[in-house]
C-alpha cells in the first residue's frame, strides 16, 4: 500500500505482500523503446500509465547507455505526472566476450568512487 496526497494505492505484490522492483510486470519486463542510436550510445524509452502495477501518474523514463572511450555513462532520468516513489538503477548484465559463456570467468575492472 501506498499513501500519498489523502489517497490509498493498492500496489502489485511481487515477494509476498510486499511490491518490490515495482510490482510483477516491473519496468525490466516492460517493452522499452530505442529512441535514439549512436556509434557509441543508445538511449531507451519507457512510459508507464498512471495506475500501472498499483503506481499513481503517468511515469515517462529514459536511459542512455554511452560509451566514451572505456568508460560506460549509464543516466536514467524519470518524470512523473503525480506525486509517485521512484527509484531506479541499471541492474544490467553485458556478456562482455560476444559468446554464451559463464559470465563469471569474466573480468571488469570499473572506475568508479
Known amino acids: 500500500m501506498l499513501h500519498r496526497d489523502g489517497q490509498t494505492y493498492e500496489l502489485v505484490p511481487s515477494q509476498g505482500p510486499n511490491c518490490l522492483h515495482g510490482g510483477t510486470l ?3 519486463k516492460k517493452e ?3 529512441s535514439a542510436l549512436t556509434e557509441n550510445s543508445v538511449t531507451l524509452s519507457l512510459f508507464s500509465e498512471d495506475g500501472d502495477q498499483g503506481f499513481p501518474g503517468d511515469c515517462e ?3 542512455s547507455y554511452t560509451l566514451e572511450g ?3 555513462l549509464i543516466d536514467i532520468q524519470a518524470t512523473v505526472s503525480k506525486d509517485s ?3 531506479l538503477t541499471s541492474h544490467a548484465y553485458f556478456n562482455l566476450d560476444g ?3 559463464d559470465v563469471r ?3 571488469l575492472q570499473m572506475n568508479a568512487s
Open 99 to 101: 559468446k554464451r559463456s
Open 105 to 107: 570467468h569474466h573480468s
Open 61 to 63: 523514463v529514459t536511459l
Open 70 to 72: 572505456n568508460d560506460l
Open 85 to 87: 516513489p521512484v527509484n
Open 32 to 34: 522499452w523503446q530505442v
Open 26 to 28: 516491473g519496468f525490466d
